[in-house]
């Protein structure tokens, strides 16, 4: 091994994003190039903006777009559900995945071939016209990363309650408040509907069909009059 290999050898090691001369991958991220994650583009170069870059995870038959955010806790994060609601619409829910964190769309993991064990983290963002509170939460409980991967409930009330970090920026009471998990009109809802929430009192949802439309973040009852953003992110 040359001393320019070992040299790349050694900061990949210290885990460092400090990269110089030919140790650096400028096109990382494009078609030609794809990362195999959001995570992996910061460890051969950062910083880099948050944007769309070219993804294929472990498993993926072939590279796709995906929107990577670079700034927000530790940055890295791949979106996977984005649902940017204005007040009185209802619209039905989009299955593709998002490449505007203002979209109006969410997809699965399972969609695109990615390895079962590729998800080590998700990261749940949301906020309401109706009050100042805020949810803004990571977690790496294997039960509710398998819902990521196909839309099922594997996930118990202790999952949601316990083993979570919340961000600088969070003062909801989901997911500590939660009570009840997985009232749901779609076949294989993921994280739409509601997953998890305190019944009457506290809702996550991301529900359009259900009375008219219902977007609730922290909140109840039928909010779709407020305007409301959720996103789901992944990291490995």
């Known amino acids: 091994m040359n001393l320019l290999a070992l040299t790349c050898a050694f ?28 995570k992996n583009l910061l460890r051969f170069s950062s910083p880099r903006p948050s944007a769309v870059y070219w993804i294929q995870p472990p498993g993926a038959q072939t590279p796709f777009q995906a929107y990577c955010d670079m700034e927000n806790a530790g ?38 071939g990615i390895s ?18 805020v949810i803004h939460f990571t977690t790496k409980n294997r039960n ?9 409930k594997h996930f118990g009330i202790g999952d949601w309650t316990g083993g979570y970090s919340t961000q600088d ?11 009840n998990l997985w009232a749901t009109q779609q076949t294989t809802p993921g994280f739409t509907d509601f997953p998890f ?19 609730e973040c922290d909140d109840y ?9 959720h996103r789901i992110w992944v990291r490995e």
Not at 120 to 132: A, G, I, M, V, W
Not at 169 to 179: I, M, N, Q, R
Not at 221 to 229: A, E, G, L, V
Request: hydrophobic share 30%.
């Open 11 to 38: 900061v990949l090691a210290a885990d460092s994003c400090v990269f110089a001369g030919p140790c650096n991958e400028p096109d990382l991220g494009t078609k030609n190039n794809p990362a195999t994650s959001c």
């Open 75 to 112: 940055g890295g994060w791949m979106l996977l559900y984005a649902y940017k609601h204005r007040g009185g619409d209802s619209f039905p829910l989009v299955t593709a995945l998002p490449t505007d964190p203002d979209g109006y769309s969410h997809q699965l993991l399972n969609a695109y």
């Open 116 to 133: 079962s064990g590729w998800a080590q983290e998700l990261r749940f963002y949301c906020k309401t016209s109706n009050h100042n509170r």
């Open 144 to 152: 509710i990363i398998k819902t990521a991967y196909d839309g099922k």
């Open 169 to 179: 920026d969070h003062s909801g009471y989901l997911p500590k408040a939660t009570t």
């Open 197 to 215: 929430y305190k019944g009457g009192t506290y809702h996550w949802g991301i529900a359009p069909a259900s009375s008219s439309g219902r977007f």
């Open 221 to 229: 009852p039928d909010n779709y009059k407020q305007s409301t953003i």
